[in-house]
């Protein structure tokens, strides 16, 4: 008999007769998060229909999730918006630039789907679903997954489509880059571009020693970066060197002062 994972009362793996042995090929590491049992055990019946898919655990809460995310660290995670206490926006600020590969919001509530992808999440599943709806959902998940591990060269422009036009941006003119609704929005030299790709997205494109992630919402370019000062709630802003002051988030900090070998 194969032997059970053990996790803490509301964080823990399947039975053991459902754990994938050591000789088995490595699937798509997954983490389902929501304080409802039946949520829980709902997508867990549907994850466990695909063979591509390895269930690491399930939580119950923000808290045990943050630990189980930055202990496991899963390709997938499926993760509840209200939780008490720490919800699911808290998690992906708590984990900063730990945050997993790809985030699928589950929640009952249309009102956050903006936000969701503001905060990077990569599809928004909005209770009650169909299982059409999230099979797609979790196609996009796995598709995402393969692209992020064989993803090609550092991309060199963006194309901009704007009415009746395309024009071209390089990356390495991009002062920085803000979450905005279904959009990034690239800043440079004080000017402004749509371009449609989550902010998700472009972290994974971009050339991570020219980009850092400093918030949920906001990837900077390093070489714009003239210094950080503390704001008036005691945390630190980057500051650029044209004056903009961005939030840096307490969970991106250590990434970012690593970069810059503070």
């Known amino acids: 008999m194969r032997p059970a994972l053990k996790y803490s009362s509301q964080c823990h793996s399947g039975k053991s007769d459902r754990v994938r042995s050591s000789h088995q090929a490595a699937g798509i590491r997954t983490l389902i998060v929501d304080d409802e049992p039946l949520a829980r055990r709902n997508l867990e019946l549907l994850l466990r229909r695909d063979a591509e898919i390895e269930i690491i655990g399930e ?7 943050v630990t189980e995310i930055r ?22 600020e708590l984990l900063g630039a730990d945050t997993p590969p790809v985030i699928v ?68 003119e991009i002062d920085w880059i803000e979450a905005a609704n279904y959009y990034a929005c690239l800043h440079v030299s004080g000017k402004t571009h749509l371009l449609r790709r989550s902010i998700a997205d472009l972290e994974q494109e971009l050339d991570n ?16 970066i003239q210094g950080l000062k503390l704001n008036r ?12 002051r961005l939030r840096l988030s307490r969970g991106y900090r250590k990434a970012l002062q690593t970069r810059l070998e503070l």
């Open 71 to 92: 202990s496991r660290k899963p390709d997938l995670v499926f993760l509840d918006v209200q939780m008490p206490e720490c919800d699911g926006f808290d998690v992906l």
């Open 209 to 224: 020693k020219a980009f850092c992630r400093i918030h949920r919402s906001t990837i900077v370019n390093l070489d714009r």
């Open 105 to 172: 919001f589950v929640t009952a509530y249309d009102e956050y789907a903006l936000r969701a992808f503001d905060a990077g999440a990569l599809d928004y599943l909005l209770k009650p679903f169909d299982n059409g709806r999230f099979e797609r959902a979790l196609e996009r998940a796995k598709q995402r997954i393969v692209q992020g591990k064989s993803r090609p060269r550092t991309i060199e422009r963006f194309a901009i489509k704007s009415t009746g036009q395309i024009s071209f941006v390089k990356i390495s």
């Open 233 to 244: 709630e005691g945390e630190y802003d980057v500051v650029l060197r044209d004056g903009t």
């Open 59 to 65: 939580c119950g809460s923000g808290m045990e999730a």
